[in-house]
């Protein structure tokens, strides 16, 4: 299951990581964001070990929202020693997201 990130815990699972990490920012609301919610949380099972999978309500945290300057959603954006090193914006087929997150491992 997809760690769900918060304004409070960002630092400590994001930019303090030894691994990858992959933040899905989305909204309950958000028809794109229902759509690859799916494959967010398979990858959440078949990276376990190998890359953190998170998840980011913009509604519940706009301070990391705001940070990241995430203004469409669903934006995932792919991290590797706290800095982003890849972006995608707007819902895709799993594959792409795959795709990004195994460059980076």
């Known amino acids: ?3 769900e990130i ?3 815990t960002f630092e400590e699972v994001v930019l303090k990581s030894d691994k990858p990490v992959v933040i ?3 909204a309950t609301w ?3 964001c229902r759509m690859i919610a799916p494959s ?3 990858m959440a099972e078949e990276f376990a070990g190998k890359a953190v999978i998170g998840k980011v ?3 519940n945290n706009p301070g990391v929202t705001g940070q990241f300057g995430v203004r469409n959603i669903p934006t995932v954006l792919f991290i590797k020693n706290g ?3 890849d972006k995608q914006v707007g819902a895709v087929p799993k594959n792409a997201l795959v ?3 195994e460059k980076l491992l």
């Open 99 to 101: 795709a990004k997150l």
């Open 40 to 42: 967010i949380e398979e």
């Open 24 to 26: 899905d920012f989305w």
């Open 30 to 32: 958000c028809g794109p």
């Open 6 to 8: 918060t304004d409070a």
């Open 83 to 85: 800095e982003i090193v």
């Open 1 to 3: 299951m997809a760690l």
């Open 57 to 59: 309500d913009v509604d």
